[in-house]
Every structure is written in structure tokens, then in C-alpha cells.
């Protein structure tokens, strides 16, 4: 993949005295970030870091119908069952053995690989029409409907319902603005409940009562060279991390909580999954 992605913003490090209104909202999907780019007739999926994910050819058929040359559709490969966790779900995506029919992908922003200077909104209005077109199934690729609201508590109460359904949240987006490459700035906002970081692992530790014998959990870097401790784990990845420890340290982990303290660290942390597509953690 010859361009870095387009990174969200965290609502807590934005000033929103300075977003411009109306502004798309959309459900944000708990899937695995893609990026499918056609090129000389072929479609090639990609992940965050350029890394080539083949277990999802039922998806890149479907999207070759509706791509020409040079252009790309960023996705988050995702399944419909809400009972199957998303460190699963990503194993299934990053499978180099098999194919992974249960994915299917939530499309939301079409690319032209030679000009980025199209506002997201002319690019959504195209990308839905071309999967409403008839020439896709429906079942394997679909699009991120978009909603336009007027303020931010709009916006806030639109996720807080996903939310309150079980869902992650929700995304702004800038409808003005074009796909910025590498950055990360208030074009495109998540919204989650609480808080969330992607922390990198230097350690585990051995639990207590049931888990006494296996992994209790993991430690990493938080802010100010300090460290703090995670659960969350399920029970084979705490026997498997147990055993062999360095599965896990030097991984970067998305970690979930309800909040900072006051005294600076997280309240009730719990590990989300690992994020193979990164490499160096938030502190």
C-alpha cells in the first residue's frame, strides 16, 4: 500500500468550540481496519502498516465489481454476529492459511489513489451508489450509512444510543474534507465510552484464587514511565500468555476503562484485543 491511513481523533483531545457543523455521524464498527486498492485488474487487501491480508477473497471479488483502476475502499472487516469477540475476529482477518466466508465488510470511504482532493461526502455519496447498484452482494459489502447532525451534544446522543445497545460508539466526519494521508486531526472523530489506549505489553504476573497457576495479567507502559496492570483476558489466552509469555510482551494492546483517575492512572482497565497493526504503543 503506496499511502498511510487517515487516523481518528479521540472526542477528549478535541476543542469543539472550533468544529464546523453539520457534521456525518456513523456507528462505529468493531472490525479490523482494511483498505482494498485495485490495481492492473486486481484487488489487494491491506492493513494499517502495508501488511497483505489474504483470507478474504469472497470480499475483494465483490469490491473489484465496483473499483476501477488506481482507487481504493477503506473497510472494517467485520461479522454480524455480536457474540464472537473482536481478537477473534481479527485473528480471522490476519489467517494466512485459510478463507474467512463469516467477514463481511462495512465500507465507508472510496479513494482515487492519484487525487485525494475530494471532499469525503462527493466520495460517500459515489460509494453508495455504486454498492446500491445491484452488481454487489449485499450480504459481504455494505456501506456505513451516514447521518448529518448539528452540534456535538447531537452527536454524543446518537453514540450514546449505539452505546446503551451494546454498540463501540460512534464517528464524526468532516463532509468537506478530503482524505488526509498519515494524519490524525478533527476531520474524523470517535466517540467511545470512556476512554481508550493502545499500550504496549513488558510484562505479566501470575493471578490469584481461580487464576492462581495461570496468567492474572498483563503490564504495560502508561504515561509518565510509569506502568499499570490489565485483566480481561480469557481463559485460553491466559494459559497460552502463561506459558509462553513472549506471545504477548512486546505487543501493543488495546486497553478500554471508564475513566482517568485523579491520580493519573485507569479505572477498571480490561484488555480489548491485541492491535497487530501497531507496533509502538500511545506512551
Not at 463469516?102 to 459515489?126: G, M, Q, R, Y
Not at 452527536?155 to 463501540?168: S, T, V
Not at 502508561?222 to 480481561?232: A, L
Amino acid at each position: 500500500m503506496n499511502f498511510k491511513p487517515q487516523l481518528a481523533l479521540d472526542l477528549s483531545k478535541v476543542k469543539v468550540a472550533k468544529l464546523v457543523w453539520p457534521m456525518f455521524v456513523s456507528q462505529k464498527v468493531d472490525g479490523v481496519w482494511c483498505c482494498a486498492i485495485k490495481e492492473n485488474d486486481i484487488v489487494t487487501t491491506y492493513s494499517r502498516t502495508g501488511e497483505v491480508f489474504s483470507s478474504m477473497r469472497h470480499i475483494e471479488t465483490e469490491l473489484s465489481k465496483i473499483l476501477q483502476n488506481r482507487e481504493g475502499i477503506v473497510f472494517e472487516a467485520a461479522v454480524y454476529s455480536n457474540t464472537i469477540p473482536q481478537s477473534v475476529v481479527s485473528g480471522w482477518v490476519r489467517d494466512t492459511k485459510n478463507q474467512h466466508l463469516e467477514l463481511h465488510a462495512s465500507c465507508h470511504t472510496l479513494l482515487n489513489l492519484d487525487n485525494f482532493n475530494v471532499p469525503f461526502k462527493t466520495s460517500w455519496i459515489e460509494l453508495r451508489k455504486r454498492i446500491e447498484s445491484g452488481v454487489v452482494e449485499r450480504r459481504i459489502a455494505t456501506f456505513v450509512m451516514q447521518t448529518l447532525v448539528y452540534s456535538i451534544e447531537e452527536a454524543q446522543k446518537y453514540a450514546n444510543l449505539i452505546i446503551q445497545h451494546g454498540g463501540e460508539g460512534a464517528v464524526l466526519r468532516n463532509p468537506r474534507a478530503v482524505y488526509q494521508p498519515g494524519k490524525r486531526n478533527a476531520d474524523i472523530i470517535k466517540i467511545k465510552k470512556g476512554v481508550s489506549f493502545d499500550l504496549k505489553v513488558i510484562g505479566v504476573y501470575e493471578g490469584k484464587g481461580k487464576y492462581k497457576g495461570t496468567l492474572g495479567g498483563l503490564v504495560c507502559c502508561w504515561k509518565d514511565d510509569r506502568t499499570i496492570e490489565i485483566s480481561g483476558m480469557t481463559d485460553a489466552q491466559r494459559h497460552a500468555w502463561w506459558s509462553n509469555p513472549e506471545e504477548i510482551i512486546g505487543k501493543v494492546v488495546q486497553v478500554d476503562a471508564m475513566c482517568e483517575s485523579s491520580k493519573g492512572l485507569l479505572r477498571e482497565p480490561r484488555f480489548k484485543g491485541i492491535r497487530l497493526d501497531k507496533t509502538e504503543g500511545d506512551f
